[in-house]
C-alpha cells in the first residue's frame, strides 16, 4: 500500500486553503494576471463585502444618516470596485461584462451588509 501524507480530506482542505490564500495574494498584487474572470469576480464580491461592512461602521460612528449617506454609498461602493477591476487590476472592462455587470457584482448582499452595521453602530453610539 501507498504511504500518504495526509488523509485525503485534510488534503483537500489544504488545497482549497491554499487556493484562496493565492487568489488573495494575486488580488493584492497590481496587474496581476487572471485567466479566469470568474476569480476575480469572486474578490470583487468579497471585497465589498468587506468594504461596505468598513464604510457601515465609519457611517455609523460619524454618524451619517438620510438618503444622502445610501447615495455616498453607492456611489463609492460602485467607484471602488470599478477602479479596482480595471485600474488596479488592469482587466479588460468589456471582456468582464462591462460596467453593469461589475456593479451589480454582490451589490445586494453588500447594501444588506451595509444597511445592518450602519444601522447597528448608529444605534449602538448615538441612540439617547
Avoid at 66 to 84: E, R
Amino acid at each position: 500500500l501507498p504511504v500518504m501524507s495526509a488523509p485525503p480530506k485534510k488534503r483537500a482542505n489544504a488545497e482549497e486553503e491554499s487556493g484562496w490564500s493565492a487568489i488573495l495574494a494575486k488580488a493584492l498584487r497590481p496587474g496581476a494576471d487572471w485567466p479566469d474572470k470568474d476569480d476575480l469576480l469572486d474578490v470583487l464580491y468579497w471585497g465589498r463585502q468587506v468594504f461596505a461592512l468598513v464604510l457601515g461602521v465609519i457611517f455609523g460612528v460619524i454618524p451619517l444618516s438620510g438618503v444622502l449617506s445610501i447615495v455616498a454609498y453607492v456611489a463609492v461602493s460602485t467607484l471602488a470596485g470599478q477602479y479596482f477591476v480595471v485600474n488596479y487590476q488592469g482587466a479588460d472592462e468589456e471582456q468582464m461584462g462591462g460596467f453593469w455587470e461589475l456593479a451589480k457584482e454582490g451589490f445586494g448582499t453588500a447594501f444588506a451588509t451595509f444597511l445592518v452595521s450602519w444601522i447597528t453602530t448608529y444605534s449602538a453610539i448615538h441612540h439617547d
